[in-house]
């Protein structure tokens, strides 16, 4: 049984008549968010696919096997939920409530597709969507962190969330990091600060004179370090 290993990145371009030659993998969208699979070609040839954790993989994506052998997806038709309405705003409020429930969805500019859930297709008719049960290729957007959309069940969510934190603490971390190593004894009569520095100040008061009313030549040596 041959392994298949690596997803080539969508944004190299391959000869055209190799990728028409390559044997084809039809999957659904569950097998296709697995990166540990028992898996047959459409030729009847059983492989392994044994990718890096959280490949999601869509319509068109090229594999690669061990031994160098090309192998193309196909999203397999599968039952949706086709989403549409007699206007944008409808629509948008359908994307919104389904978003609310993170679920996977498709969208285009004037349908959203789901897998079929008798529960989601009542709630979007109740908000004035139209809804039709149908067979289709199922592509939804995958998660904002580069990933598919993965449940809290899923073995592969703890990655998620690390991932989620470090995005979090690279935007949010910074803000509370301007720590000087430096405390003020507050206990002081006037100006008698004893400074505990951790660092050295620069002070540039060329804009101030002597109406400043305190003289900041600035002689640490007359403060008390510790």
């Known amino acids: 049984m041959r392994t298949i290993d690596k997803l080539i990145d969508p944004k190299i371009k391959l000869a055209a008549v190799l990728v028409k030659r390559a044997p084809t993998l039809t999957l659904d969208f569950d097998a296709r968010r697995k990166s540990r699979l028992a898996a047959t070609l459409?030729?009847?040839?059983?492989?392994?696919?044994?990718?890096?954790?959280?490949?999601?993989?869509?319509?068109?994506?090229?594999?690669?096997?061990?031994?160098?052998?090309?192998?193309r997806v196909v999203a397999a038709p599968e039952g949706v939920l086709m989403v549409t309405a007699h206007d944008r705003l409808t629509l948008t409020r359908a994307a919104y409530h389904l978003g609310n429930r993170h679920t996977p969805v498709e969208v285009a500019a004037d349908y959203l597709k789901l897998e079929y859930d008798p529960v989601l297709a009542d709630m979007l008719k109740r908000i004035g969507a139209m809804v039709e049960q149908v067979t289709l290729p199922f592509q939804p957007e995958?998660?904002?962190?580069?990933?598919?959309?993965?449940?809290?069940?899923?073995?592969?969510?703890?990655?998620?969330?690390?991932?989620?934190?470090?995005?979090?603490?690279?935007?949010?971390?910074?803000?509370?990091?301007?720590?000087?190593?430096?405390?003020?004894?507050?206990?002081?009569?006037?100006?008698?600060?004893?400074?505990?520095?951790?660092?050295?100040?620069?002070?540039?008061?060329?804009?101030?004179?002597?109406?400043?009313?305190?003289?900041?030549?600035?002689?640490?040596s007359k403060h008390a370090h510790r």
Do not use: I
């Not at 470090?166 to 803000?175: D, S, T």
């Open 42 to 71: 459409d030729n009847g040839e059983e492989v392994a696919l044994v990718l890096p954790r959280g490949t999601v993989l869509r319509d068109g994506d090229v594999l690669v096997a061990q031994d160098g052998a090309l192998v």
């Open 142 to 220: 995958t998660g904002a962190y580069g990933g598919g959309h993965k449940h809290g069940h899923d073995e592969t969510f703890a990655e998620d969330y690390a991932l989620a934190q470090q995005v979090y603490g690279e935007h949010h971390g910074h803000e509370h990091s301007h720590d000087h190593g430096h405390s003020h004894d507050h206990g002081h009569a006037g100006h008698g600060h004893a400074h505990d520095h951790g660092h050295e100040h620069a002070h540039d008061h060329s804009d101030c004179d002597a109406s400043c009313g305190h003289d900041h030549a600035h002689d640490h």
